[in-house]
Each structure stands twice: as structure tokens, then as C-alpha cells.
Nanobody
Framework: QVQLLESGGGSVQAGASLRLSCAAS????????MGWYRQAPGKQRELVAT???????NYADSVKGRTTISRDNAKNTVAQQMNSLKPEGTAIYLC??????????????WGQGPPVTVAS
């Protein structure tokens, strides 16, 4: 019904920048909150940043000041600019979208997650 296609990610040195992008497609009537989560090996999934349909943002303390999330409601896309990356940021980054479907249903959609590796 809903697909999230992510791009970006990769392997970088500490201090570098990366930009992640995610596009939602399918039978979408609207998208509420979009965001990025990450999961490092052996650790639980954690929130990185979210943005509501009206642009209200929320960031994990660990990325505040270094990460900016943005979205384009017309294109159903969300992007995340990550600067001054640290080795502890190494993880799979998962795009998330809370989507309104037909018949008053909602879906919490997840992407596959581009890997990000930050070398010290």
C-alpha cells in the first residue's frame, strides 16, 4: 500500500556530513508525522528526528545542533541533513511516516534503512 524509498547514507569519517532522503508513495491521502530513527548493532531502535505536517520538529538530544530535518508535503518527502557526524552515529537509519489511508485508516510505514558508518 505504502512504500518508503530512502537514499543517502554511506561511510564517512568523523566530522563529515551526510544527507538522507525518503520519499513516500502509494495510496496516500495524507502524511502526519515523518521522521528518522536509527538502530545500531545490538541496540534498540531510537528516535533521531521527527517533523509534523506543519513543520514542528523534534530532535534527540544526541543530535541537536548537528541535524536538521525537513519535508516537502507536496512531494511526500522528508530529508535529514546530518553534520559533524560522530562514530556513535553508526547505525541503520530508518525512515518513518504516519500515513492516512482510505476509510479512515492510518499506517505506520517504515523504510528499509540506509546504513551510515562513521569512522573515527
Amino acid at each position: 500500500q505504502v512504500q518508503l524509498l530512502e537514499s543517502g547514507g554511506g561511510s564517512v569519517q568523523a566530522g563529515a556530513s551526510l544527507r538522507l532522503s525518503c520519499a513516500a508513495s502509494g495510496n496516500i491521502l495524507g502524511i502526519n508525522t515523518m521522521g528518522w530513527y536509527r538502530q545500531a548493532p545490538g541496540k534498540q531502535r531510537e528516535l533521531v528526528a521527527t517533523i509534523t505536517s506543519v513543520g514542528r520538529t523534534n530532535y534527540a538530544d544526541s543530535v541537536k545542533g548537528r541535524t536538521t530535518i525537513s519535508r516537502d508535503n507536496a512531494k511526500n518527502t522528508v530529508a535529514q541533513q546530518m553534520n559533524s557526524l560522530k562514530p556513535e552515529g553508526t547505525a541503520i537509519y530508518l525512515c518513518n511516516a504516519n500515513v492516512d489511508l482510505r476509510w479512515y485508516r492510518t499506517l505506520d510505514a517504515w523504510g528499509q534503512g540506509p546504513p551510515v558508518t562513521v569512522a573515527s
